[in-house]
């Protein structure tokens, strides 16, 4: 499924528009961030895209078709929308309020039955929340609260999933759990689609991200989109994206420093030259490594001296590549090899040459 | 396991459903100021069926022509006021929301007086009650129909219709004739279920069934109501359209509640918080309790009216008598609830 925003563009008030020319796409198994400052329109233009809001211009299409010839409940049965974390929705039970999710399946004068009451629990146990089952949504946790509103979104069936700051106001480890289902979903087929204030939940979670930098939309592969200068041009804060190490891999991670000063000269960036580099990657899955080598296979231009098949030691792979290209494309391929999970990968870069 | 623990509770709801307002009925039909014993009530009920029943006169005239039809539209009014008031309550997300938020009563109780004005008989003024309450609240509709359908908006101008048609009540009052039309005015919108008849009931009771079957059937959707806005829309569910039948149903049982019994004030506001308190939020449980307990509570309320007393009590001041300190027992007890 292709979830797909056309030459749109919105405005609250007439000839004044929020933003202009949006393009961008969710397909199945991809996970998409949209990132940009308070007040810059993030829910606006996830409301807009799923036809909540009226583009003034272009238009939002699933599969090619138009989204505003659907019938709601067609549309509704392809995409799911969970809002941002403030409704406790009338008190019900964790099990009522996923049932809620299905109501478009159940007919118009119909209640659950025993098969949508089965479906709504092997959804729950699908997130690991089935002891909450009979538990009341004001009395959970706010993480809690947001994996039943995850699997409420889960129990229409849709393709594609678009959720508005899904980990704000939560605390690590539940931001952890909730980033790590989508990131489950994602890998299941689902098309995911979320508004985040954090730019290293972007970099760790998504191949593609969104950025509204004063009314233009950017998008396009994840390090390109999220640069430091793209950041300080769109939240005016000076920041740094490093690269933190761990025993298994190296992990993007993106500091504020300081407020720019507008006096300042803006930062003109890195020049991109050709590097010398070698990639080590440990996968521990025959069908990881054969995604490792699809995503290898694409960066074929930047790769030489590729060793044939993995070499594979107690249960686990080891691949071992050498690059010689663009910094900004081994960048890339870095970082569409750490968003698998359970990968170790690291590349390390020859010293410059004088 | 699971399933017989919850298959045994179904059971026993829907029994305790059915009894209550059977077990009131019995009651009713047997107090008042005249006891009938309760084997004299099955004997006239019954020998209005066969033969092989003696029963004196005046029982059977008492439960068949007097105590019987008042039972009945007891029993109606009270399942319908409760049924609109949890509706409404669900509708705007509002604790505090009775039947006549949208200015039915007013509508109601202005079309009523204007009969009595007019010299209507009983059933014409039903006929017209009826239809200026369902006037007010297409007005209201109408008034607040804007560019976005706020709830809020929708609430505030049932509130001005509602002004506006208890004005245009006053202003009724002061032309009407002060030796015999005001009393019966004023009579009439203290509420009291005295005037009952099978003609009146008949009419009544079409639109008010119609209207909680539609309710009963679209239980489920219903819990939409209580969603935020974006969820319930990304249901895929029709939520404009499923408000306006809710509106609809909510308002034709209203109306004609006040058109055969003028204003009870209470049920509507008590009924659907006690069954809440005891049932929680699901609209699936929730229908059929307000049904059930709105219209037991109105037959005993309604038996206590008649029969404590010399003088018959209105029944709107048992309502809150009795209702208020109930209220406040199961709040304490369940500590409150949350919409």
Redesign the interface.
Known sequence: MKFEIKDASFGYKKGKSLYENVNFSVESGEMVSILGPNGAGKTTLLRASMGLLKWTHGMSTLDGENISDFEPSRLWSKLAYVPQNNHRGGSYTVLQSVLLGMTNQIGMFSTPKAKDIELAEQTLDRLHILHLRDRKCNEISGGELQMTRIARSLVSHAGIIVLDEPESNLDFKNQMIVLDTLTKLSSEGIGILFNTHYPEHALRRSAKSILIDHGKVLFGPTPKIITEENIESAFGVKAYIGQFETDNNMIANVIPVALTDHEDQKNTGKEDCDVLATLSIICSKYEESERINSILHDFNDILFGRMGMPHRKRDLYLISVNLDGSAERIRMLAHQLSLIPNVSCKVTYAKEEL | MMATKNDSWKIGYILLLIALPVLALLFSLCVGRYIVSVPDVFRAVLSRFSDGFEVSKLSYITIWNVRLPRILLAFVVGSALSCAGLLFQSLF?NPLATPDTLGVAGGSSFGAVLSILLGFSLIPMQLVSFGFGCLAVFLTILAAKGKDQAMNTIVLSGIIMGSLFSALVSLVKFTADQEQQLPSITYWLMGSLQSATYSSLLIGVIPIALSLTVLF?????L??L???E??S??????MPRLRMIAILCATIATASSISMCGQVGWVGLIVPHMCRMVF???H?HLIPACISFGGTFLIIVDTLARSMTAAELPISILTAIIGAPFFIFLMRKKGG???
């Open positions: 997300q059937l679209l239980r489920w959707r819990n939409l209580l969603l935020s974006e969820e829309c990304s249901s895929g569910v029709n929680g939020n699901d699936r609830w949350s919409l």
